[in-house]
């Protein structure tokens, strides 16, 4: 009997050890939603990975990465799997995952830095929330678009998709850029599948447009491949919205560095992890810091298009190859 007792205490005691080993080593998690995969995403994760490591040992987290694939409801899905485990932070690229993880996290004291978020208002009323915002510099833009054309009277086509809710702002503040052109016209299409993205590039190819300027709309950008295609066949060149889009085939750019947007949100994610309250984290707007950027080899395709030489800085993505 007091072998059996032995035996038993032995046991509690080893597995009583096991348990505060493995609890020694259980770590907080960071969690980091991408709502879906293009270049100017990837480049905010990586910033974010970058501007987290500046600050924080890495090693010492579980950081755990996951991709929606441009379905805000998969966003909100895996947010709240963060939410159940606990996480220490979430941390939400691009509006669509912003909002879902913020919804998540409502009520549940885990907050959440969004990033490349364009439109800040959408995301204002979400309370335990900051991060860093994206604001395209539409006026650098336009100065771009009638620099190449060597007039005004440009017709622009617009895509958008349903899924960016701030989408109607960008519209917006591109229409009132465009008051200051003469004969300037802006023509969109909404996409609400995007299997019908080449249905709607088409539909302003016969509207007579001059060029198409991208939004900050990651389903669209998504799908960017489609559109050049159609597009080159057309002979209407495209504007993107930043540097990677135009690396893989666009025209030109007023262009922001994703890489910074990404680099700043990890760091406001590190300030929280350090204990900072997230009402102390002002949240951050990347504006009037573009550069312009364009691809010599798309434009040698265009016979009616010149290389500017009134814009200060524009720099050949082909040549830095």
Not at 202 to 218: A, E, F
Not at 301 to 318: A, Q, S, W, Y
Request: hydrophobic letters at 40%.
């Amino acid at each position: 009997m007091k072998k059996y007792v032995s035996l038993v205490l032995v046991l509690v005691l080893v597995f009583s050890a096991l348990s505060l080993f493995s609890c020694g080593e259980q770590k907080d998690t960071i969690g980091i939603i991408q709502f879906g995969s293009h270049e100017s995403l990837n480049n905010c994760y990586k910033g974010i990975m970058e501007g987290l490591g500046e600050a924080v040992d890495l090693s010492k987290y579980n950081v755990e990465y996951v991709n929606s694939n441009f379905a805000a409801e998969s966003s909100l899905a895996q947010a709240k799997k963060m939410v159940n485990s606990n996480a220490k932070v979430i941390i939400a690229i691009a509006t669509p995952s912003a909002i879902q993880a913020a919804t998540a996290a409502t009520g549940k004291n885990i907050p959440v830095v969004y990033c490349a978020v364009t439109d800040a208002t959408q995301v204002a009323n979400f309370q335990n929330m900051t991060g860093t915002s994206d604001v395209p510099d539409f006026k650098a833009q336009l100065e771009l678009v009638t620099a190449f054309f060597g007039r005004d009277d440009v017709k622009i086509g617009v895509l958008m998709s349903t899924e960016e809710s701030s989408d109607p702002a960008q519209l917006l503040a591109l229409q009132n850029e465009a008051k200051a052109y003469d004969g300037m016209e802006i023509e969109t299409e909404t996409v609400a599948d995007i299997t019908t993205i080449d249905v709607k590039v088409n539909s302003l190819i016969n509207k007579g447009i001059d060029c198409i300027v991208n939004l900050l709309d990651n389903t669209i950008v998504g799908k960017l491949q489609n559109i050049l295609s159609i597009a080159n066949n057309a002979k209407i060149p495209v504007f993107g919205s930043e540097i990677e889009q135009v690396k893989s085939g666009c025209l030109a750019s007023a262009s922001i560095d994703y890489i910074t947007v990404g680099r700043l949100a990890g760091q406001q994610a590190a300030e929280i992890l350090a204990g900072k309250a997230v009402s102390e984290i002002t949240p951050k707007t990347m504006e009037n810091e573009t550069f312009p950027c364009y691809n010599s080899e798309v434009l040698a395709r265009f016979d009616n298009l010149t290389l500017p030489e009134n814009i200060e800085g524009l720099k050949d993505v082909k040549a830095e190859n």
